[in-house]
């Protein structure tokens, strides 16, 4: 199937590992261009380079998305540099299991507010298109309570911030629909990559992994980056131009629930 990204514009925030990287691989293989941000400087220019060879425009910038104003200003600039935009896909997270008043607003400001000023700066940009689309990664803990993986009260604040932009997420599915942008949210399960969270716990012989590992239904693994990069790719195409609203669970039958 030729999802028609070829030549489309894409900002992919927290994109130099994990599932953000895979996503702007995904992208550049589909011939999109690709722009991308993260904290470390040297990650950044290493992914924009590697994205760049497979011959679309690539650019990034450091960028740390609790600060609103350099988030918006670089989003306007890649806007500026890609020459239009078509794409946003909200990644960046601080990652489960932040306890305390520190975690609850370690989220607030980190995913739901870096979230919320990526989609504002976006959206003039995103309206010229004709054929937009934004797409928000949530997680698991969005949508499922007392998962025996994990302690109790250990995804509590993250999980709560998810399930917050997951409604975020569909309410402007609704407002922006007649802008011409759709609106969806990805949630994965959990993925695992070398260095990565779940990597961690492998290493560390936490047991955590051994139970999300006897949870793995689908192929007895675990979830892996370019799953869920393949199915944020499908939403953001125009080859999905009439799913507006939806949350795509990416998790192998991880959960216990009925959409």
């Given at each position: ?39 470390d ?49 909200s ?18 400001e ?8 990526a ?54 599915s ?44 689908l ?41």
């Amino acid at each position: 199937m030729d999802l028609g990204l070829a030549g489309k514009r894409a900002v992919v925030t927290g994109a130099t590992r994990g599932i953000g990287r895979a996503i702007a691989e995904t992208f550049a293989a589909e011939g999109c261009h690709v722009a991308i941000c993260a904290r470390d400087a040297a990650a950044v220019q290493a992914t924009v380079a590697a994205l760049a060879a497979k011959g679309v425009k690539a650019t990034g910038q450091p960028v740390d998305v609790r600060d609103g104003a350099a988030l918006e200003a670089w989003i306007a600039a890649a806007g500026a540099e890609l020459g239009g935009l078509d794409i946003l896909v909200s990644n960046v997270s601080a990652m489960g299991g932040l306890a305390g008043e520190e975690g609850w607003r370690r989220y607030f400001e980190t995913d739901v507010l870096g979230t919320v000023h990526a989609v504002e700066a976006a959206v003039p940009l995103l309206e010229q298109s004709g054929c937009a689309a934004i797409v928000q990664i949530a997680s698991i803990a969005a949508i499922e309570v007392g998962h025996d993986v994990f302690p109790d009260g250990f995804l509590q604040a993250y999980g709560a911030m998810k399930a917050a932009l997951t409604n975020y997420v569909a309410e402007i599915s609704r407002t922006l629909g007649p802008k011409g942008i759709r609106a969806n949210t990805v949630t994965p399960g959990p993925i695992y990559f070398p260095g990565g969270v779940w990597h961690r716990r492998e290493q560390e012989g936490n047991p955590m992994y051994q139970k999300a590992l006897a949870h793995a239904r689908l192929r007895g693994r675990l979830g892996r980056p370019e799953d869920v990069a393949r199915a944020v790719v499908f939403l953001a195409s125009p080859a999905a131009g009439h799913i507006s609203g939806a949350n795509l669970v990416v998790d192998g039958a991880f959960t216990r629930r009925v959409n």
